[in-house]
Nanobody, 115 residues
Framework: QVQLAESGGGLVQAGGSLRLSCAAS????????MGWYRQAPGKRRELVAD???????TYADSVKGRSRISRDNAKNTVYLQMNSLRPEDTAVYYC?????????WGQGTQVTVSA
């Protein structure tokens, strides 16, 4: 059974930093894409950043230059370093993993940025 264990969310002041982690277990084959999405109250879930197993990355325009996604393939873990956080970054952040045709989601971790 695939499980995604997210950690690193919390409350931070504007301008601060957070590092989110997501460890995937129960997956025996190579994970194609690992990434993070977020959903703010009343808004649709949106891509924050993702990374392929060869290291290709995609970032939302809203976080470019402030965030860095990385992964450890040996540990099936993806990291999202977020800097210069803004109140508009407040959302539930979800880990998403794609293996072949299967998509798995984490349960989400709350990130709250105070002004």
């Amino acid at each position: 059974q695939v499980q995604l264990a997210e950690s690193g969310g919390g409350l931070v002041q504007a301008g601060g930093s957070l590092r989110l982690s997501c460890a995937a277990s129960g997956i025996s084959r190579t994970i194609n894409v690992m990434g993070w999405y977020r959903q703010a109250p009343g808004k649709r879930r949106e891509l924050v950043a993702d990374i392929t197993n060869s290291g290709g990355t995609t970032y939302a325009d809203s976080v470019k230059g402030r965030s860095r996604i990385s992964r450890d393939n040996a540990k099936n873990t993806v990291y999202l370093q977020m800097n210069s956080l803004r109140p508009e970054d407040t959302a539930v952040y979800y880990c998403r993993v794609v293996r072949d045709l299967y998509v798995y989601w984490g349960q989400g971790t709350q990130v709250t940025v105070s002004a």
